[in-house]
């Protein structure tokens, strides 16, 4: 199977219904401080430390492929070395705590999303596939990042909607129309998950996603990336800035299972929604 866990930047055709702003990049919360991270070939441009809080993480694409940014969070005692170590042996990793991020852009491309970051060390990762088969952040992009205690008075963006991800389902707490969204994206399952939401071309439905998944070799993409949340441990959350427009989606999840290792959707962690008129 290919590993389409980020999609490639071919299918990537844009990120636009993700800003709000145009040019300028997605809509942030207001009072929320802001962290630019710049993402190219293979590395992250980004603050050595930053202050705790509620912060607007916005991801900008310098180079030439498509990467997202994962915050993780290490327990006392660990390094990014000893993350990245583990990572490359597939060793566990109970230490560390995936917290959310920036999903995958395209070259040019830039996204947003606000987390609430505790104090303390954490590591920002690419793990995409270069063409190769080498992870990105072996060739380079993963950055420490120290998250420090200070005085805040940013608060957390009010959603008007909830994604709750369970095992191994999506449940929205109410249906969404065209138009601006802060979703809060929450994982209350047992292990981790994501949330990607693809826009479906004309035509096709959730079982033609599953088969473009689970295709070997070259295949047209049904969907359109629109935007989502990369790996959320339990209990974690992070605020989601959509711009949405009429039209049928796709919520999926491709986690690995940590029980038999087949990605969620496998289990059922794929659903339509429909997205109305405002």
Known sequence: MIDRRYLPLALVTTMAM????????????????VVT?????FAFDAPDSISAGPTTVRLVSRGRQEHFVQFVKLSVGHTSA???????????T????????????PAGGTAAVTIDLKPGRYVLVCDMSDTDG????VKGMARPLTVVEGPSVAAMPIPDAVLDLTDYAFTLSKPLTAGTH????????????MALLWRLHQGKS?????????TTGPATAPVTLVGGVPDLDRGQSVELVLDLIPGRYALICLVDDIHDHKPHYAHGM????LIGEK
């Open 18 to 33: 993700l800003s709000a702003g145009g040019a300028t990049g997605p809509r942030v919360p207001p009072r929320v401080p």
């Open 37 to 41: 991270i710049t993402a190219r070939e």
């Open 82 to 92: 000893d993350y990245l170590r583990a990572s490359i042996a597939h060793e566990p």
């Open 94 to 105: 109970p230490w560390a705590m995936s917290v959310g991020g920036v999903g995958t852009i």
């Open 134 to 137: 080498t992870a990105h952040f």
């Open 182 to 193: 802060v979703l809060r994206v929450r994982n209350a399952g047992s292990q981790p998950h």
């Open 206 to 214: 959730v079982a033609d996603v599953v088969r473009w998944m689970d």
């Open 270 to 273: 794929v659903r339509e929604v």
